[in-house]
Nanobody, 122 residues
Framework: QVQLVESGGGLVQDGGSLRLSCAASGPTFSNYAMGWFRQAPGKEREFVAAISRSGASTYYADSVKGRFTISRDNRKNSVYLQMNSLKSEDTAVYYC???????????????WGQGTQVTVSS
């Protein structure tokens, strides 16, 4: 069982930056690939970024490529999402999730956090 808790969300102006963190409980964090997803009001939840178990491989949605960076620290059981050049369309609740393999498919993720709100004002 892996429990995930996100933090770092908030209100930021268009063009600003935020860093999201996700802390995982349990000794098996390094056994899981980690992903970030987001859900805007009235929309389906969508994939944002994912990172492999070791951190050597990453994968991004086209909409955030070049602006967002996913990273992890297995010693701290944490995964991060650095978000730069934020736009109003990035406004959403952001979730971290754990999967067995690096993947962009929501249904392949086994464990989910409760989410953190990111609001970008224009």
């Amino acid at each position: 069982q892996v429990q995930l808790v996100e933090s770092g969300g908030g209100l930021v102006q268009d063009g600003g930056s935020l860093r999201l963190s996700c802390a995982a409980s349990g000794p098996t964090f390094s056994n899981y690939a980690m992903g970030w997803f987001r859900q805007a009001p009235g929309k389906e939840r969508e994939f944002v970024a994912a990172i492999s178990r070791s951190g050597a491989s990453t994968y991004y949605a086209d909409s955030v490529k070049g602006r967002f960076t996913i990273s992890r620290d297995n010693r701290k059981n944490s995964v991060y999402l650095q978000m730069n050049s934020l736009k109003s369309e990035d406004t959403a609740v952001y979730y971290c999730a754990a999967a067995r393999m690096l993947d962009a498919t929501e249904s392949h993720y086994e464990y989910w956090g409760q989410g953190t709100q990111v609001t970008v004002s224009s």
